[in-house]
């Protein structure tokens, strides 16, 4: 139950995006304990690969920054329509962790849903509306463009020009409606460099040529070298900025959106002991734990619940502080002085 499959969904090929974007994860109906303890053990065992199934598939929460670019997406998508240049994006920058690709990622899911609605034949006209891109690291402007021609699948000769690579993307785009493009890991553009520079011109044609809404989406991009100078002036007046961070929970309000946060994800833990609202006793003990990082809430919660499953006892699948102590979290966390502790299936685990 705990290994994954060898060839896992890669968000750059545009057959497993689509996938992904077009999976709906339901969270597993859960029996009684008197049901579940009926059940025939293969049925038991079904059921926890369901449940940690559904947890690896990354669970999300609306949270306000979320929706925020959920809502500046869609305002550049609208105001693009029809504009021959000077088409406008959007950047979204902050820490590492502080879950911009999951938010990109909630963005190209809702997008794709809206496209689906308006045009349901679209997958069979071979129609590709949302693509992601991973900017390389140690880019030159033919590796940033060759990115585009695998996600599309397109088999090019190797000694093609980046102008031929460059027409033959453009064409895909064309060819496939794409209406988003997430072009991720932009901080390997940040570094100011002749190959960079490139780089970003080449991204900067894309728009030009093809009726897409781009956005950029990197390791605080707004403080590095890919907003200086002309190249950075031209993408500072076409983007507007959504910078993400962690939680607060100093004020009132901040308090208010962190428990939102963490209840929303307690709701959907698939354990037959939980009780989502108990978690909120722990919810300032959480922000302390995690540093108001969602990344490192999420491991905590969902590390939590799956280590529970694996556990294999029922009556205790709840999710208790002195439970989650234990849970291993990033370094940056760990150094706050959490204490660790182990539980039966994290033992087992690490052996």
């Known amino acids: 139950m705990i290994f994954t499959e060898v060839d896992a969904v890669r968000l750059d090929r545009h057959e497993d995006l689509n996938a992904l974007l077009a999976a709906k994860p339901a969270k597993p109906e859960l029996p009684s304990f008197e049901l579940h303890a009926a059940l025939p ?8 690969t369901r449940r940690l199934d559904y947890l690896a598939g990354g669970l999300t929460a609306s949270t306000p920054q979320v929706l925020t670019l959920i809502k500046n997406v869609r305002l550049a998508v609208l105001g693009n329509r029809g504009r021959a240049s000077g088409r406008t994006g959007v950047m979204v920058s902050g820490q590492s962790t502080v879950g ?46 060759g990115r585009f021609a695998h996600f599309y699948g397109l088999e090019l000769p190797r000694r093609c020009t980046l102008e031929e690579i460059l027409n033959a993307v453009v064409t895909a785009m064309r060819t496939c409606s794409t209406q988003l493009v997430v072009v991720d890991e932009l901080q390997n553009l940040s570094r100011v460099s002749q190959g960079n520079g490139e780089s970003v011109d080449v991204l900067k044609s894309l728009s030009n040529q093809v009726p897409s809404t781009f956005v950029y989406s990197g390791i605080n991009i707004h403080q590095g070298g890919l907003l200086l100078g002309e190249r950075g002036n031209q993408i500072s007046r076409r983007f507007t900025l959504l910078e993400m961070h962690r939680y607060g929970n100093a004020t009132k309000e901040e308090v208010k959106a962190w428990n939102g946060i963490v209840m929303a994800f307690s709701k959907q833990l698939p354990l037959l002991a939980h009780d989502p609202e108990s978690i909120l006793r722990d919810a300032a003990w959480l922000h302390k734990r995690s540093g108001g990082n969602i990344g490192t809430l999420q491991r905590i919660l969902v590390g939590g619940a799956q280590l529970r499953i694996l556990d294999g006892d029922p009556g205790k ?27 039966p299936a994290l033992r087992q685990l690490v052996g």
Request: net charge negative; aromatic share 4%.
């Open 100 to 145: 911009k690709t999951t938010a990109c990622i909630a963005v190209m899911r809702g997008l794709r849903a809206m496209y689906s609605h308006q045009h349901p034949e679209f997958e069979s006209r071979g129609e590709i509306p949302v693509a992601y891109v991973e900017v390389p690291a140690g880019s030159s402007a033919k590796a940033m463009i």
């Open 317 to 343: 699948e709840a999710l208790t502080r002195e439970f989650m102590e234990a849970i291993p979290v990033d370094m940056v966390a760990e150094n706050d002085g959490a204490v660790l502790q182990e539980s």
């Open 41 to 48: 053990r293969q049925q038991r065992q079904d059921l926890d």
